[in-house]
């Protein structure tokens, strides 16, 4: 039964199989979720496979957020826990800008305020500008939409400076090595 499994541990032995493993395991995943009418599994299975990490597994997750079994509340997490992971961010960025007006279709109005937050993996001040010019217009209407997207843009100017200062960090010390050692 789904209570016997501690519900974070399931959603991360989930999300490294689906990582780890085959495309079929995706697949049998999806499948699952499609049939799936538990909260508690729908969030596990959710959490798997938002996680896939490859392209042929991203498009499954592009097609499946474009299709009919998703709750509509579960579209823009499913999107920000996949665009999050690493592998994904920029392919499933382009995705969102060609895909926009279908993907908001999908998504009720109560959420779509939520939907800057898809893009809050990115770390240079090329991408907070770009995320900026892109969603301003599109979410001023939204509930939220408006502190949402400069909460996300702000996330990713800190990130940018704190890149910034680590790479600092580390040349100081590489240079400071270095040169004691002469």
Same mark, same amino acid.
């Given at each position: 039964?789904? *209570?016997? #499994?501690?519900?974070? &541990?399931?959603?991360?032995?989930?999300?490294?199989?689906?990582?780890?493993?085959?495309?079929? @395991?995706?697949?049998?995943?999806?499948?699952?979720?499609?049939?799936?009418?538990?909260? @508690?599994?729908?969030?596990? &299975?959710?959490a798997?496979?938002?996680?896939?990490?490859?392209?042929?597994?991203?498009?499954?997750?592009?097609?499946?957020? &474009?299709?009919?079994?998703?709750?509509?509340n579960?579209?823009?997490?499913? &999107?920000?826990?996949?665009?999050?992971?690493?592998?994904? @961010?920029? =392919?499933?960025?382009?995705?969102?800008?060609?895909? /926009?007006?279908?993907?908001?279709?999908?998504?009720p109005?109560?959420?779509?305020? /939520?939907?800057?937050?898809? =893009?809050?993996?990115?770390? @240079?001040?090329?991408?907070?500008?770009?995320?900026?010019?892109?969603?301003?217009?599109?979410?001023?209407?939204?509930?939220?939409?408006?502190?949402?997207? *400069?909460?996300? #843009?702000?996330?990713?100017?800190?990130? !940018?400076?704190?890149?910034? =200062?680590? *790479?600092?960090?580390?040349?100081?010390? !590489?240079?400071?090595?270095?040169?004691?050692?002469?």
């Open positions: 039964s789904p *209570q016997a #499994v501690d519900p974070n &541990l399931a959603a991360s032995a989930l999300r490294a199989a689906i990582q780890d493993g085959e495309l079929a @395991t995706l697949q049998r995943a999806i499948a699952h979720l499609n049939k799936a009418t538990n909260p @508690t599994v729908r969030s596990q &299975l959710l798997g496979v938002g996680a896939a990490n490859t392209p042929a597994k991203s498009k499954l997750v592009r097609e499946l957020l &474009l299709g009919q079994s998703l709750r509509s579960e579209r823009v997490r499913l &999107l920000g826990s996949h665009m999050s992971v690493r592998e994904n @961010t920029e =392919a499933a960025w382009v995705w969102v800008k060609e895909n /926009y007006e279908a993907i908001i279709k999908t998504i109005t109560s959420h779509l305020g /939520y939907l800057p937050y898809v =893009a809050s993996g990115f770390c @240079t001040q090329e991408k907070g500008a770009e995320i900026q010019s892109f969603f301003a217009d599109k979410v001023k209407d939204f509930p939220g939409g408006p502190r949402n997207l *400069q909460s996300v #843009v702000e996330s990713i100017d800190l990130c !940018f400076a704190r890149k910034k =200062a680590m *790479q600092q960090v580390m040349r100081d010390f !590489f240079k400071n090595t270095v040169t004691a050692k002469r």
